[in-house]
């Protein structure tokens, strides 16, 4: 059964994702789903990787009217630096 309709990660750090779940009523009352979800991550991106969960009822779409499943806010080595 699903218990969440919407998801979004958005990486803060290089080994930090946050995880907002737009979640139904079963979700709530069953934690368990949160340990599974947290250990099939670490599986995926290693030990390293911490992982914050932000369960709530809707994720708001981007200004554009986007709805991203994955945001980055890591900058990359591409992106221009200003010399200090």
């Known amino acids: 059964m699903i218990n969440f309709v919407q ?44 992982f914050e969960f932000h369960p709530m009822a809707e994720i708001s779409k981007d200004p554009s009217g986007k709805m991203r499943k994955f945001i980055s806010r890591v900058p990359t080595k591409f992106e221009h630096q200003n010399p200090a």
């Open 7 to 50: 998801y979004r990660v958005i990486q803060e750090k290089r080994d930090r994702l946050i995880v907002q779940l737009a979640v139904n009523d079963l979700f709530r009352s069953d934690d368990r789903i949160l340990e599974r979800a947290g250990k099939e991550l670490r599986r995926v991106f290693g030990e390293g990787m911490q």
